[in-house]
Structures are given as C-alpha cells and as structure tokens.
C-alpha cells in the first residue's frame, strides 16, 4: 500500500533489514542496543503500530521495554494492507496503541479501515491530536465525524483522502478548530461531478487562517475558487489538480499566480498523488 513509503516517516523493512546490518567508521558492527532509550523510541514512533506490537517489541527485553514508553506512541500509522488481517484485529491493535500513548497522542493515520467507535475511542482519550488523516474511511459517518473533531481544538492539519463526507464536518472543522492550517480534501472518481461550489464557500467562510489546501478532483467552478482566494487571504499553497471546471486562462488564474506561492493547475500530473485517482484529460 501507497503509505507505506509516505513522506510522513514510515521506515519500510528493507531499509530497517539495511540499517541493522550497516557498520561504524572502524568497520565494528553497530549495536542498536546500545542506542540511547529516547532515540530508540523515536524511531520506533516512525513505525507502523501493527509491527512494533506484533514484532518489534518481542525481538528483546529491552525493545519490549522501551515499546512501553508513550514517546513511542505520539504518532500511531495504521492501514489495512489487504493481507488478511481483519478489521477487528486492526480495531484492537489501534485502540491497545491510542491506550500506549497514554493522552500524548498527537498524530493518527488511518487508511482502509475504521469506524466511528474508533474514531471515538482515539478523541476520547487523546485531545492533543495535531494532525489527523483519514484515508478510505467508508465506515466513518458524518456525524461520527463531526463528534471526533469537536474534541480535538489543537488540530493544525487534517487529512480526509478519498472518503465520503458533506460539507458538514467542513463547517465543524472551521467551528472547533481555529488552529487548523492544512486541509487535504481529495473525493472519490465517482464523486467528482457533485457540486464542489458549496465545499470552496464552507472553506472560504470557516477556514481564514489555513495555509496550505488540497483540493484534488474536486468540481468547483471560478466562483468557488474566487471565495477562496477572498476568504482565505494567508493560503500559500493550493493543489487544484483534477479540478477540470476551472477557466483559469483569464484574470482569476493570474490573481492564483500573484497570490498563491505554490500552485498547482488543474492538469498538471497525479503521479505523485498516493491513491488512485481519476485519469487526467
């Protein structure tokens, strides 16, 4: 799966298979035992919570020692990899790390599973989540939604990536979450001819302070785009891609080259997007 290889840390075996077998200067093996416990659970927090709690913490004492340890569980990545796992086994294993963390939980990422127990569970216990996404969340409801981001007032970057949510958990965003600075808001192909107007006017009105908005295959006009430029006047990237009921080739798309320092138009290629998407023109 896409996330795997994210940008967000995730370290993948092989690297770690290659890490464990690098050598220092002198050409003497390194002992990761012999790391200094907060380092060891920093990297650890970079791992995905099924493999520290299913692997990584059974290797030796000492690692089943420090997987203890809430700096460990400060960012928790959980994703369904289609290998069989059910998603009960995924809803355990996730809540037995939200409990690790002890409250210090400040970021979550879940792809491919979850509902609105979960998600419950996880604001419940941890009211200093700083950033949260959500990718292919089908079991998530609107208003299971709206009740988790009531609870999280910290929230500076939100992720809903390919999931079916109205405009309603957008205005609770704006509502609840004051510190919000990034939005990522990508619909699934199916979804892209519905009015996107109505989510660019909840975003312009509720969001002034954001920074950075991705808005991917989504299929709001000028007038949509405009209300985001007035209303959002701090916004300094913008990702458009896919947004194919843009005119962009007059004074609007002009005032998005002044105005937003990192652009991207509505053709431009979704390689790099970690999801399928719809193809491009």
Not at 48 to 74: H, M, N, Y
Not at 97 to 108: D, F, H, I, M
Not at 169 to 183: M, N, T
Not at 224 to 238: F, K, N, R, W, Y
Request: aromatic share 8%; glycine share 6%.
């Amino acid at each position: 799966m896409a996330s795997s290889s994210s940008g967000d840390g995730y370290l993948s075996s092989k690297k770690r298979s290659s890490a464990s077998r690098s050598y220092s200067p002198v050409g003497q093996l390194r002992n990761w035992l012999e790391l200094p416990r907060e380092v060891t659970a920093s990297i650890f927090s970079l791992l995905v919570a099924t493999e520290i709690l299913k692997t990584i913490r059974f290797v030796c004492k000492s690692w089943f020692d420090i997987c203890k340890d809430p700096l460990v569980w400060r960012k928790i990545y959980m994703y369904n990899n289609g290998e069989g796992v059910l998603n009960m086994d995924l809803d355990r294993i996730c809540r037995e790390a939200v409990n690790r963390s002890c409250g210090n939980l400040v970021y979550v990422n879940v792809e491919y599973f979850g509902n609105d127990g979960l998600l419950k569970y996880i604001t419940n216990r941890c009211g200093r989540i700083k950033r949260l996404r959500l990718a292919c969340c089908y079991y998530l409801s609107v208003e299971g939604l709206i009740e988790a981001i009531a609870k999280l007032p910290l929230l500076e970057e939100l992720d809903l990536l390919l999931c079916s949510f109205s405009v309603v958990p957008l205005e609770a965003v704006g509502r609840y979450c004051p510190r919000l600075r990034s939005l990522k808001l990508n619909r699934q192909c199916e979804e892209w001819l519905l009015d996107g107007n109505a989510e660019a006017i909840v975003i312009a009105k509720h969001m002034p302070e954001i920074r950075h908005l991705q808005i991917l295959g989504n299929s709001m006009t000028n007038m949509g785009l405009q209300a985001i430029l007035d209303g959002c006047p701090h916004l300094e990237s913008l990702d458009l891609r896919q947004c194919f009921s843009l005119d962009l080739e007059g004074k609007l798309g002009e005032r998005c080259t002044e105005q937003i320092k990192y652009l991207r138009l509505p053709h431009e290629s979704t390689d790099d997007f970690e999801f399928r998407v719809c193809h491009d023109d």
